[in-house]
Structure formats: structure tokens, C-alpha cells
């Protein structure tokens, strides 16, 4: 836009949030947050429901303003340069800014009026966003017959068509199917390798490991952790193998034949009689052996299998309790649960 | 983390020049009222409240209650009757305005909208305008489909312009109550089903179909004294010939006042609807 033409340059990093506290009534959403994204970064915000994820996103798009702290997008202050801050960033994900009676084009042509392109600069925005978008053949349709998918990439498309500094993406998969999942992680990772700094939020640790350079997990308004995919898993103990047991009694058992497959402790959940173990990176080794073991005592299982950590394990592993005693996060982990892969 | 870039001072940004802000401000309003039209076009039950329903409206009250209404009027009880439509239908094209806020909301559009660099006040603005267009277009059609049904403005042109000017006016002053109450509730099913519910005892309990001497006495306190009958009277002398002055007054009043009160409020559930 032609205010960022003559704007001061900045050298810190793209988005710096230090020490913000924001409460709603008795409620603390954040409780002293820190957060720094280097420019063309990826942030991945995890946590489950209430960890304070989208108080966060609203925070660093001027929706509302902190307690306490501040945060900086590009050196612009939130609250003091809020219109500044607008110039240059773009949101989507949990809100749309879709309007389903008009056409994907009408759509991203009422946008680019918006930010004040002139007509040739919109029509050739438009044409350009459709087409990366896969949108191109249902251009001229109302976007209410859009499949969720569609409409979560034409939403991403709106986001940038004044072509943003800095990108926040609310949960940007929540609500999709795997398949729509899959196909928006491709296309933020596309707009990701142009150089567009990123913060996403989200519940999966696995999409924050498809899309972010480092990832910072919050947990109750605080950060709990920050690193890399790679160092998150390290900490969480890596793959687990679980398994029930057909027959209860054999509970005990099954878990003590496969402890010394591993350095951590397997889980018993004897209501459910399951087992679950960390074993690091040797996933498939792993589950093989525990497959002999089990068979050389004669104890029958049901659902064996090796997933990736979810959610819950990086909480236990972080917090020592699983991501459901956050704030009513039951469902989410629970659904976090399924998005790992099944071998 | 914090100790690394406390040192840091924010950079700050000059606001563009005020004339600027306004032209921009002005081509976002504009922007937005086209919008609002093209949804308001393109929703069928949007274009149920405020064609077919009003016409279901002006042919019931004419052709099956009005040969039971008993009024004093020159042309009949058609002519009684189509100020006080005209005017009942204004009122309800606010439905449009709590409904589509409500969603905005709900759906988060207007979260995006406070995201990106525009003028706050041009949602509502664009809002506004749109409706004042829908509003003539609705009035026009009603007087129109009157004229097909024997009604006449029997006072001259001047005051039959000016009726169609304070039945819009009206609309717009009731839109500012709906966005209110849609901006408040946050919920288009919750605003279809009860958000207007208000509308009813004022637009029925007042002299839009029927005569407030024919109510029992303790309701014609309420109908004489509240302001769609107020307008109403107005409009009908209006249309048909009668003092003006009283009503004149009393109208402005009424919807200055209602201004003063629901405009405030409406601006301040937009912004704290986030």
C-alpha cells in the first residue's frame, strides 16, 4: 500500500510479542506471552481449545488490545499504529470473510476495492489468486455451493490479495476433511516458500510440523514450550505404540512384556485395556517386535498400531497432564487424536 | 526472549493526511453499499420480507379485513390503509439489517473487515446507505401496488414526495434499532425468530390498519402516544390532506430521539463485537 512505500524500516524481527497479558473478565486468556518470528518464518501457535491461540491472533491483527505488553508487527505497535499494522497483514482461518450469496470472483474483487486497486490490478489479482487456488472453474458460482475446502482456500485467497507482509492463519485446517487438509497444507507451504511471514495457529502438532519452522506450544494463556518440530518430539519420547488387550487380564502382562522395548514406562489405561509406549523413532522396529512378544505369550489385541504424537502426548509429556484438563480441550485432543497416522 | 529486544523502540508510522482518510473512507462506503445491494439482491428471503410479503400485506387488509373497518377517511379504507402499510413495511426491511449484521458477526466477516486498513464507520455506513436504497425501492413498490388497488394521494405531489421521504426516513431510523439488536444478539436464528418480535405490538397496536378509537381504552393510551402511530398520522395527512403540524413535530422528535439513543449503541456493540 502507498504508506508502507515511505515506512521506517525496521530491523527486528517480523513479529515480537513481549510479556502480553489479556483477560476477559475473571477469565486470563494470555498470561505473559512472549513470541518473536524472524521475516519469511513460520510460527506455529499449538495448543488445544482456551490455551489462548486466537486471544493471541486478535491481539497481533489489532481486533483487540492487550492488558499489559506490547506486540509489534514489522516494528508497528498494535495498539498505537493499529491502522499501520492493518496495512500490512492478512487473516484467515477461523472467521471467513466470505460472503456465500456472491461468486469467488465477486468476492476477491469487492476485496481488492477495498484495498483500493485499481481495476486492472484486480481483475489481474483475482484471475492469478483463482487460478493458484484451484478455483478457477467455480469462479462464477456462488460460493455457497463451495465445498469446505474451497471455501477455506478462497478465504486464504482474500487474505492476500493486497499481497501481506505477515500472514495469521486461525486454524486454518479446523473442520476439514484429511483430503482438504492435505490440499490446504500444499498450498500454504507454496506461500510459505514466496517468502510470507507466517503465524498459524492449531491444534495438530502434525500440521504445525508440516508447515513451521519452530513451533510454540501454550498451554492456559502461557508458553510452555518452543522449538522445533524435532526437538518437541524428542521431548515427547517420539512414536507411540499402542495397543488393547482382548482379554483384560492379560493387562499387566502385555504391558510388562513390552516395557524393555523402551526407556520410558508404558501407559496402562485399565478401564479402556490399553497400553500405549513411547518408543523414539523406531516406530515400525518396534511394533514388530512388540507383535512377537505379545504372540509368544499368547495374549490377543485388538487396534496395534504405531501413531505419531498428538497433542495429548506433548502435553503429558510437557505438563504432565494431557491436553484435556486444558480449558474444556476434550473434544479437540480427541479429534487431534485421529489426524496421526494409522500403520 | 523479551531481554533480547527490549532495547528496541517501535517504529512509527504517519497517518495519511485528513482529506486523504476521508476520500478512501468515502470509496470504502461505496464499496460496501454495493456489496450489501448484490447480497440483498441475491438472497431470496430477503427479497420475500420486502416484495412479496408487503403485497400479501397491501391485498389481505384491503380485499378481506378492510370491508369490516369502519373508517372516516376520503377514498375509503384504502386510503386509510396504505400509509399505515407503507409504513409497517419500512419498519419490517429492517429485518434485513439485524439478519445480515448478525451473520456478518457470526461468521466473522466483520472481524475481517476491523483487520484490514478502512475506515471502522464504513461497515455501518455502507450498511446504512444500502438500506436507504432498499427502503425507497420497497416504498415505491408498495405505493405502486396501492395505485393498482384504488389508492390515491389526494393532496398534491409535493406532500405525496414527502410522505415517501419520512416513510424511508422512518425505515432508516427503525434499521438503526434492528442493527442494535442484530449486532447485540450476534445469532441470525435467534434474530429470525425473536430478534424483531418488538416490531409487531408497535406496527398493530398503532393506527396503521385500523382506527385507535376502535381499541378498548386502556390500549389506545399506548397507540395514541408511541411513534409508528405518530408517523403514521403524519404520513396520512400526507397523503390525504389533514393538519400537519402536530404530527410534524411529534414525528421529529420521536426519530431524533431514537437516533440519539440507538446510534450510540449500535456503534458500540460494532465495536465490541469481536
Known sequence: MTATAGAPTWSGPAILVEGVHKAFGEVQALRGVDLAVERGHVLGLLGPNGAGKTT?????????????????????????????????????????????ELTGRENLEIMGRLYHLDAKTRRRRSAELLERFELADAADRPTK?????????????????????????????SGLDPRSRIGMWEVIQELVSAGTTLLLTTQYLEEADELADEIVVVDRGRVIAAGTAQELKNRVGGDVIEFAVVDPHHLAQ????????????PTVDAEAGRVALRVGASGSTSLVETVRRLDSLGIRTEG?????????????????????????????????????HRV | MSATFETLVAVSVPRPPVLGRVRSGL????TLTKRELLIWLRNPSYIFFTFIQPVMFVLLFRYVFGGAIPVKVPGGYVSFLMPGIVAQTAAFASFGTAIALARQIQKGVIDRFRAMPMARSAVLLGRLAADTVRLVVTVLIIVG????????????VVPAVLMVLL???????????????????????????????????????????????????????????????????EMRSLALGGPLGLHAWQSALWLAGIIAVFVPLAVRAYRRAS
Open chain 1, 254 to 265: 502385555a504391558a510388562e512384556a513390552v516395557s524393555a522395548l523402551s526407556e520410558h514406562q
Open chain 1, 56 to 100: 493471541a491472533v486478535k491481539i497481533l491483527t489489532t481486533l483487540i488490545e492487550p492488558d499489559r505488553g506490547r506486540a509489534l508487527v514489522e516494528g508497528r505497535d498494535v495498539v498505537r499504529s493499529a491502522a499501520a499494522v492493518r496495512e500490512i497483514i492478512g487473516l484467515a482461518g477461523q472467521s471467513t470473510a466470505i460472503q456465500e
Open chain 2, 167 to 233: 416513510a424511508v426516513g422512518f425505515g432508516v431510523v427503525i434499521c438503526t434499532v434492528s442493527g442494535f439488536v442484530g449486532l447485540t444478539i450476534k445469532d441470525e436464528e435467534s434474530v429470525s425468530s425473536f430478534g424483531l418480535v418488538w416490531l409487531f405490538p408497535l406496527t398493530f397496536v398503532s393506527s396503521a390498519f385500523v382506527p385507535v378509537l376502535s381499541m378498548p381504552g386502556w390500549l389506545q393510551a399506548f397507540a395514541k402516544n408511541q411513534p409508528v402511530t405518530t408517523v403514521i398520522d
Open chain 1, 304 to 340: 496395534l498400531a504405531v501413531r505419531r504424537p498428538s497433542l495429548d502426548d506433548v502435553f503429558l509429556a510437557l505438563t504432565g497432564h494431557g491436553a484435556e484438563a486444558g480449558n474444556g480441550a476434550g473434544v479437540a485432543s480427541r479429534r487431534g487424536r485421529n489426524v496421526g
Open chain 2, 145 to 156: 401496488v396501492g395505485y393498482a388497488v384504488g389508492f390515491r394521494f389526494q393532496n398534491g
Open chain 1, 145 to 173: 455451493g463451495y465445498s469446505g475446502g474451497m471455501q477455506r482456500r478462497l478465504d486464504l485467497a482474500l487474505s492476500l490479495v493486497s499481497r501481506p507482509a505477515v500472514l495469521f492463519l486461525d486454524e486454518p485446517t
Open chain 2, 27 to 30: 470509496a470504502d462506503v461505496a
